[in-house]
């Protein structure tokens, strides 16, 4: 069974700083990742998805993740955040075929200091 | 499109009455899941559907727990006997998977508290 581990239970960086959250999943395939936001009272909403081809996927909002395999990772990053970009970010993985199922972590969630 | 809509927004029950939730899917969306998510946590897996066929459920989905998706469209969840451990948001998604493409287009959930 896959399953996903974000080690960072809370980030602070500062206004303009760079960003990046940490994701390591477990699976035995090739795993589908995705990186979901959500803003306090609002729904989840997609960042960005890998499933294939270039390991380096962008997003909305200026975030891009990158999937390393041999590292299991698939980090999150900015390299400006804003103080809109506060929010709790939930890393998902899915085996990417029809008779299995998308999983969350844990969720990071980020501060941004003015 | 809509998106996907859960009803209610919220529910408050007594512990041991039953609640149902229900969610309406994007339409044509072939895949629908429930989620559970508490406070500081990420969503959990509840169980989810192919069309009306449920694939799975979860460990954390007792016996008191029962979801349905007749017809293939909309969904409910229904919680016997709630115990205040059942106090949480639950979250409907919907999915149309094409090939081994899939993203899912949550809803805004419905806040349980069980008193």
């Known amino acids: 069974a896959q399953s996903v581990t974000q080690p960072d239970i809370h980030i602070t960086v500062s206004e303009g700083a760079s960003l990046e959250l940490r994701c390591n999943y477990s699976y035995g395939a090739t795993p589908y990742l995705f990186w979901y936001v959500q803003s306090p009272g609002q729904g989840l909403q997609l960042l960005l998805k890998y499933f294939s081809g270039d390991t380096l996927v962008q997003g909305i909002k200026g975030f891009e993740a990158e999937f390393k395999r041999s590292q299991s990772s698939f980090n999150l990053r900015k390299p400006s955040v804003h103080w809109s970009d506060a929010a709790e970010y939930f890393c998902a993985v899915g085996a990417g075929n029809r008779d299995d199922k998308i999983i969350f972590g844990k969720g990071t969630r980020l501060h941004i200091l003015p | 499109d809509t998106g996907v809509s859960q009803n209610p927004r919220h529910k408050i029950t007594k512990r041991g009455q039953n609640v149902t939730f229900r969610c309406d899917p994007i339409?044509?969306?072939?895949?629908l899941y429930w989620y559970r998510q508490t406070l500081g946590q990420g969503p959990e897996f509840l169980t989810y559907f192919q069309n009306e066929a449920q694939l799975e459920k979860s460990r954390l989905l007792s016996d008191r727990f029962s979801a349905e998706r007749p017809k293939g469209s909309f969904s409910t969840l229904e919680i016997q006997r709630t115990e205040q451990g059942d106090s949480a948001m639950y979250l409907c998604a919907s999915s149309l998977v094409v090939g081994t493409n899939e993203k899912l287009f949550f809803g805004s959930g419905t806040q349980l508290s069980v008193l």
């Open positions: 339409s044509e969306h072939n895949r």
